[in-house]
């Protein structure tokens, strides 16, 4: 079954913690992203990786941090840094031509306790 | 820097009518605009796009956009709607020579009885 996995769906995190959301994806694409999603902004860009051991910062990237060492995986560390860290989290990838449509995750929510 | 706007945070139409949700974009070069939509707590479903070629683009589930590159704008339309359209309406875009897909807002979409 291809797609994109986002584990966990719920998460709670005490403040102070760093905490990583996964996201997997086996549609061979290049590209992968993260988004964050509250009421009425919409979803703004975190991080986006174009290619394996690559990335680049979205609109929003304080306090938040990436790693693509696989193709596959794209994970999302919300450190203690980022002050107001309760929202959705959203996971993207696509192939990374101008053309083509992103497939997303079915999304992590992140509450901090 | 390319963005999008939705004008409307909500459209309320009954089910049977055409309806109408609006998105106007800025670019500096070609844009490439998408739409999705998002069902509560699930991640966003890819609709349709335009790249190039006929303005009038049709998607899933008979949907269809009509692309206006003078007024700047990407609306969505269905003819009839259903209650099961309502939910939450992003559009997207991408601009040429970017990697990064820029979201509107969103509009939500109710559709009743």
């Known amino acids: 079954d291809g797609g994109i996995t986002q584990s966990p769906k719920y998460l709670f995190r005490k403040e102070g913690q760093n905490v990583t959301l996964s996201c997997e994806q086996n549609?061979?694409?290049?590209?992968m992203y993260w988004y964050r999603q509250d009421p009425g902004q919409g979803l703004r860009l975190i991080y986006y990786?174009?290619?394996?051991?690559?990335?680049q910062k979205g609109d929003i990237a304080e306090g938040y941090s990436v790693s693509r060492e696989k193709k596959e995986s794209f994970p999302l560390t919300v450190t203690s840094a980022q002050k107001n860290p309760t929202a959705f989290y959203l996971c993207a990838s696509g192939a990374g031509t101008m053309n083509t449509e992103a497939f997303f995750g079915q999304g992590t929510r992140l509450t901090v306790v | 820097a390319q963005s999008v706007a939705q004008p409307e945070d909500q459209v309320n139409v009954a089910e049977g009518n055409p309806l109408t949700v609006k998105c106007t974009y800025s670019?500096?070069?070609?844009?490439?605009l998408f739409w999705y939509v998002q069902y509560p707590n699930r991640g966003l479903q890819f609709l349709l796009k335009?790249?190039?070629?006929?303005?009038l683009v049709k998607g899933s589930y008979g949907f269809e956009a009509e692309f206006n590159k003078s007024q700047t704008s990407f609306h969505l339309k269905k003819p009839s709607a259903l209650v099961s359209d309502s939910a939450l309406y992003f559009c997207?875009?991408?601009?040429?020579?970017?990697?990064?897909?820029?979201f509107g807002t969103g509009t939500r979409l109710l559709v009743s009885p």
């Open positions: 997207a875009v991408r601009e040429t020579g970017f990697q990064k897909l820029v």
């Open positions: 549609l061979n694409h290049d590209a």
């Open positions: 990786s174009q290619i394996v051991n690559d990335f």
């Open positions: 670019v500096s070069g070609n844009p490439y």
């Open positions: 335009y790249i190039t070629g006929d303005n």
